[in-house]
């Protein structure tokens, strides 16, 4: 397909609204995400949404590191290949990955966009949705035609990837990456989270909880109850760092306090903390406090 005819077939797919615009009563409309209180009042459709057993969201950065990519398209490729649904937002990097690591192992991916289908974004993956649909996937949006991308249509389109999936995959992602809107989305929704380690945002992840994740193996066994976690080195009891960490718990502290109830001294504790966010053990919230992760607190069976 060339441009012109995409913006021709979205036209066409937009005025018939009885079998390519979709509300939740419709059969053809997502199951999963029909489920959720928020769900789409419609869905517009290009190409061929299928319900599978199985779907899994791999999502990260725009500007994600070759190794990122290669990950992202192979473990895409592993889960096609055994019968998964691939979900993700169409972006370069990560998501672009994804879909044709799906696409090359014959599987069915389906891309969700922050926009309307008669304004593709971003365009220059517009070869990228033609093969998409193409290959017999699908290209969703909440959005009428004509609806240009905007910033809160982003964080919209995150929840609908994660409410038609099973699990969500973030592979590469620094603290601001957009791709943990979807981790939180998730969460709120009961899905299973996994991240590939390796980057910020993925390892702040799995500090709270999600499985570690380098290859569709490792998802299955998340799904199954299993789920991978990262070694960690427990700091001794009575070290500087033992001290803090058995002071840290559910409530948020600050530094002042973590020196008050441990005796330590400022530099003492700021050094502490940045080893324990290392360890995946200590996790910072706004204002500079902090609390025990699900990871330590799993650690230390409690």
Known sequence: MTGRSWVANCWTLVTDASTLVLGPSDRSYPARLRRIDDAPGELYVLGSLREMDLAVAIVGARAASGHSLARSRGIAQELAEWGAQVVSGGAVGVDAAAHRGAIEAGG????????????????????????????????????????????????????????????????????????????????????????????????????????????????????????????????????EAGRVLAVLGGDPLDEAELCRVTGLSLPAVTRVLTGLELEGLALPLPGRTFIRTPLAKEALGG
Do not use: W
């Open 108 to 239: 069915h991916t389906v891309v969700v966009l922050a926009n309307g289908l008669a304004a593709p974004y971003p365009a220059r993956n517009l070869p990228l949705f033609e093969e998409v649909v193409d290959a017999g996937g699908a290209i969703v949006t909440p959005y009428k035609p004509g609806v240009p991308p905007r910033r809160f249509h982003f964080v919209r389109r995150n929840r609908i990837i994660a409410a038609m999936v099973d699990v969500v995959l973030v592979v590469d992602a620094s603290f601001s990456s957009g791709s943990l809107y979807t981790a939180k989305a998730a969460r709120e929704l009961g899905r299973t989270l996994a991240a590939v380690p390796g980057t910020p945002g993925c390892d702040s992840l799995i500090a709270q909880g999600a499985a570690v994740t380098e290859s569709a193996a490792d998802i299955a066994d998340a799904i199954g109850g299993r789920p991978r976690r990262p070694q960690t080195q427990i700091p001794a009891s009575g070290s």
